[in-house]
Every structure is written in structure tokens, then in C-alpha cells.
């Protein structure tokens, strides 16, 4: 059980390129994929939005973030043509469905999930977190170095790329990088290396079984070429470094990474899990993922009293889906709600952070630890919001919400994949069908607040 204090303190491929993607390999079979990803990049760069808008003296930084120059110093000029942006909404919005207040992200400059629309300043800092950032570096590198120069100049971008912003947790999607699929079994244990350096064992077990997963339900419904094991996606922004930023993301259905690194702190933030089903036989053994959120939200919920569940339940029956900062909600506006941290007991805290660090035990552990002190720091100013029912087996929502750390458990009814284990596509949410994810709000996703930081204040930047 978690310690808790629970006193009152409180060569590069240029993403600015708006026309059709490199070739890789033809698009059949598994690599079928809807093309959305240059949607996506066509509309971002057609609305004129730059990567970050400038602060006061930031002009340094916002010329950076704005340009598209590659990692190896070329680059080309984006194309601001609106008659190149196809007309109507993605797919891909909240939790991963059609369009609404998710497009968001595609046609505004970053800010991040906010309460007002207003980023909180001095929430984080660069400092010295005794992070052991060795490994993971080692390894970026082999994955790059066991990459073809084909494959490098399609899966590496800058560390301030718009890439980070363009993942997705639905299956059929355009994605860019390198997929498992594409790579040979040496480079793929290059890739699953990679994978292990960032990773606890649980978090890199909960990523195979949801690989797994997609592809024995693809088998059940007869349809692999969309649902399958191999169609998880790396890329890598910038280049890995002692003291530099950079970081990686690991991208496909029900499960993207997002990793940023600079000197011994890491952001794995905005980390999507996800399965339908979350449970499973595979081979004669029951195979099961994001039990651990679960139960750790049930558990909470069922800590308070009557008179506190009043308060932190909205509703006492769950829709459809209820996530609000799934894929291309990036600046979610979300005001708190729910039952604050600061009314707890001790105990019922120890339950709300078990939520969080469902999520953030699947880093090494030395990353779990500095995120959870975070965490801690404004755990009195944690809301906690509730629809659904409470019992074992009930579908429910729950959000956590801090100036700090977002997470979202969502219950959602079953999808494409429902018939692999005998449920009706459209009908009531169920356990068997979950979306959850990790974000960091205030503008510290995908580490972009510690990268605008070191751009403004590093010497060589200047």
C-alpha cells in the first residue's frame, strides 16, 4: 500500500508535409488502415495554428515550436491551402468516437486540459528527479539503429512534432512510424526491448495482453486484417539523450504510450489502455486487462459514506461513453466536480490514489514514485465524479481530476468486437468493453511544458 500524508498542506521524416505519406509498403490486408492521419495534419496546418503560442519574450521558442524542420536540420514548408482539407469531422473524438468537442486538437495550438480555458503556471518545473533514464536511452537508440533508412525516415520526427498530438485509440486509423508488422524478429525484439526499459513488468504485460486480445477477438469475428497483434505502431521524436529532450510513442488500438524524456524526468503522459473484450481464453487460459483500474475505482467508491457518494455520484446510470479527453482532446475544458480530496479520510485518500497509480505502476518504478508525489501534492485539491452503478460487476465512469492528473475509467457498451464473446454491438455499457487513460493536465502532456521550459531557459537555445 501506497505511503500517504494525509494532512491539510497542500534522418527525419518533416511533419509539416501536407501531402500523401512516404510509401512504406502497400496498404493491404492488416495494413489497411483508414486514412485519417493526413486529414488530421491537413487541417492542422490549414487552420494556421502554430505548435505553441508565443509568451511574452518566448520568441525563440515559439519560432522553434513552429517550425517544421526535421531532426537532421531539413525541412520543407507546409502547405495552408484550406482547399486541400477534406470537408466534414474525423473519427476519433472522446474516447475514440465520431468527431464533436475531440477535433478540437487538430485545429488549435496546444494548451492543454484545462478547469476555464486557462493554463495554471508553475505546476511543473525542471529539477533533478533521480530518474534512471540510462536504459531507456540505450535502447531507443538499437531500435533506431536496427531500423532500414526507410523505415527510420518514416518513424522519426522532432521532439516538438505535432505527431505527439495525432495518435488514436480506434482500430481503423492511418498511423505513422513503423508497425510490428512491418518489422523483422529481430527488430521487433529491438522494439519490444524498447518497450521494457520504459515499462514495469505489469505495464508491460498489460500491453501484450491487449495485443493479444485485439487479435484472438479478430480471430473471433473473423476479421484479423483490422483487429490483430501486429498493427501497433513506433515512433520516435527527436533523438535519444542524456540531456536533450526527446521521447517515444507506441500507438494502436485500445493502446497508445506516450513517452517524453528530458535529462532524469519523464512525462508517460497521455497513456491510453483499453480492450474490448477485457476478457478472454486464449489457448486454454483466461486472459484479462484493465481489471487493476477497476477495482481500484470500485474500491473508492465504495469507501465513502452514503451522505459523500451524494456528492461525488452525478448519475446512477451509465451511457453509452463518457470519456472526455480521449483522442483529439488535447484542450478539454472540464470544470471539477465531484467530491473533493480535502473531505476524505485518510483511508478513502489511500483508495482515490490507488486509482491513479492503477495507472501510473505501469512506468519502472522510479517514475511511478515521482509521478505519485505529484500527485500527493494536491491530492486535497483532487475532485473525484462518478456515474453508474457501484457493484462488482457494474458499469460505470469515473474521472479523477487535479490540477496535476487526470484519469478517466470508462465503461463503454460493446463495439465492433462484441460478438467475441457473445454480446450485442450498441447495448447497454459493460465491463467487458473499457477505455480508460492518464493525462496530465495544465499543459504538461506529453512533457511540452518541460520542453517549452528548457527551450527558454537552455543557453544553446537562445
Not at 484545462?114 to 531507456?136: N, Q, Y
Request: net charge negative; aromatic share 8%.
Amino acid at each position: 500500500m501506497t505511503e500517504l500524508d494525509t494532512g491539510d498542506t497542500g534522418a527525419t521524416r518533416d511533419t509539416g508535409d501536407t501531402g500523401e505519406p512516404t510509401p512504406q509498403q502497400p496498404q493491404t490486408g492488416r495494413h489497411a488502415h483508414v486514412g485519417r492521419r493526413n486529414f488530421m495534419r491537413k487541417v492542422f496546418f490549414a487552420s494556421g495554428a502554430t505548435a505553441v503560442a508565443t509568451m511574452g519574450g518566448a520568441g525563440a521558442w515559439a519560432a522553434l515550436a513552429a517550425d517544421d524542420t526535421t531532426a537532421d536540420g531539413t525541412g520543407t514548408t507546409a502547405s495552408a491551402d484550406p482547399s486541400a482539407v477534406p470537408s466534414g469531422a474525423p473519427s476519433g473524438g472522446p474516447g475514440g468516437g465520431t468527431g464533436g468537442p475531440g477535433n478540437q486538437s487538430i485545429t488549435e495550438d496546444f494548451l492543454g486540459l484545462t478547469t476555464d480555458g486557462k493554463k495554471i503556471d508553475d505546476l511543473f518545473t525542471i529539477h533533478s528527479e533521480g530518474v534512471a533514464t540510462a536504459p531507456v536511452i540505450a535502447a531507443a537508440n538499437a531500435f533506431l539503429a536496427g531500423l532500414s533508412a526507410t523505415q527510420k525516415s518514416s518513424t522519426q520526427f522532432t521532439v516538438h512534432s505535432t505527431e505527439w498530438r495525432l495518435w488514436s485509440n480506434v482500430d481503423a486509423y492511418d498511423r505513422q512510424g513503423v508497425s510490428i508488422a512491418d518489422l523483422s524478429d529481430a527488430q521487433q525484439a529491438l522494439g519490444k526491448a524498447l518497450l521494457k526499459s520504459a515499462l514495469s513488468a505489469e505495464g508491460l504485460e498489460t500491453t501484450e495482453r491487449i495485443r493479444r486480445i485485439n487479435q484472438a477477438a479478430g480471430e473471433a469475428i473473423d476479421n484479423t486484417d483490422a483487429f490483430n497483434e501486429e498493427a501497433f505502431y513506433y515512433t520516435v521524436m527527436g533523438t535519444p539523450s542524456a540531456t536533450e529532450p526527446w521521447g517515444f510513442q507506441f500507438d494502436g488500438h485500445h493502446l497508445v504510450i506516450n513517452y517524453f524524456v528530458l535529462g532524469d524526468q519523464i512525462v508517460m503522459s497521455p497513456c491510453f489502455w483499453g480492450s474490448e473484450p477485457t476478457e478472454i481464453e486464449i489457448d486454454g487460459t483466461t486472459v484479462s486487462v484493465c481489471k487493476e483500474e477497476v477495482k481500484a475505482s470500485l474500491a473508492f467508491i465504495n469507501s465513502l459514506t452514503e451522505a459523500q457518494r451524494k456528492v461525488a455520484v452525478e448519475s446512477t446510470t451509465k451511457s453509452n461513453e463518457s470519456m472526455k479527453a480521449g483522442a483529439f482532446s488535447d484542450n478539454a475544458v472540464q470544470e471539477y466536480t465531484g467530491i473533493r480530496g480535502n473531505t476524505l479520510t485518510g483511508a478513502q485518500k489511500l483508495k482515490l490514489l490507488g486509482i491513479v497509480e492503477a495507472f501510473a505502476g505501469r512506468a519502472k518504478a522510479d517514475v511511478a514514485k515521482a509521478r505519485l508525489a505529484e500527485v500527493r501534492g494536491h491530492l486535497n485539491d483532487t475532485y473525484v465524479t462518478w456515474a453508474g452503478g457501484i457493484e462488482d460487476d457494474s458499469a460505470f465512469y469515473v474521472r479523477v481530476h487535479s490540477p496535476v492528473v487526470w484519469v478517466e475509467v470508462d465503461c463503454q457498451a460493446p463495439g465492433p468486437l462484441a460478438g467475441a464473446y457473445g454480446a450485442s454491438q450498441g447495448s447497454g455499457a459493460t465491463q467487458m468493453h473499457v477505455h480508460s487513460i492518464i493525462r496530465t493536465p495544465n499543459g504538461n502532456d506529453y512533457g511540452k511544458e518541460l520542453l517549452r521550459q528548457h527551450y527558454l531557459t537552455s543557453p544553446h537555445h537562445r
